[in-house]
């Protein structure tokens, strides 16, 4: 009976720590012609959205459209991936066991690869 308990103490710590990391967890992307970031949080939500510089003015409302949903796209492949190896490492058969998230339609889109892509974690 004490090693259960032992395990199940563990096992929370371990889950804390995880939803922890996870709560912190922000990814930011770049779209590749570099005119637009996007910041989203783990569950792949947007938090922030940032031209660079001055080219978005030239460019046409399709072209910008694109450049968004690009880099909103690559930051929330980003993010699932960081959250999926988040919770694999307290314990892989729960990653398994997940349901679906908001962010996997980013995943099941294909993005070729992630683009300047920054993770950060909030003290």
């Known amino acids: 009976m004490q090693q259960v308990l032992a395990e199940f103490a563990a096992q929370?710590?371990?889950?804390?720590?995880?939803?922890?990391?996870?709560?912190g967890l922000t990814v930011t992307?770049?779209?590749?012609?570099?005119?637009?970031?996007?910041?989203?949080g783990a569950d792949g939500r947007v938090s922030a959205v940032h031209f660079t510089g001055h080219r978005f003015r030239e460019m046409s409302a399709r072209d910008l459209a694109e450049s968004v949903l690009e880099a909103r796209r690559t930051a929330r492949t980003e993010a699932?991936?960081?959250?999926?190896?988040?919770?694999?490492?307290?314990?892989?058969?729960?990653?398994?066991?997940?349901?679906?998230?908001?962010?996997?339609?980013?995943v099941a889109d294909g993005v070729s690869g992630p683009r300047s892509v920054t993770a950060?974690?909030?003290p």
Do not use: D, F, K, Y
């Not at 929370?12 to 709560?23: K, N, W």
């Not at 919770?87 to 892989?92: D, G, H, L």
């Open 29 to 40: 992307a770049q779209s590749r012609n570099g005119a637009v970031e996007i910041t989203v």
């Open 80 to 106: 699932a991936a960081r959250a999926t190896a988040i919770v694999m490492s307290v314990e892989p058969r729960l990653a398994e066991s997940l349901a679906p998230v908001p962010w996997s339609e980013a």
């Open 12 to 23: 929370h710590r371990a889950l804390s720590r995880a939803r922890e990391q996870l709560s």
């Open 120 to 122: 950060r974690s909030r």
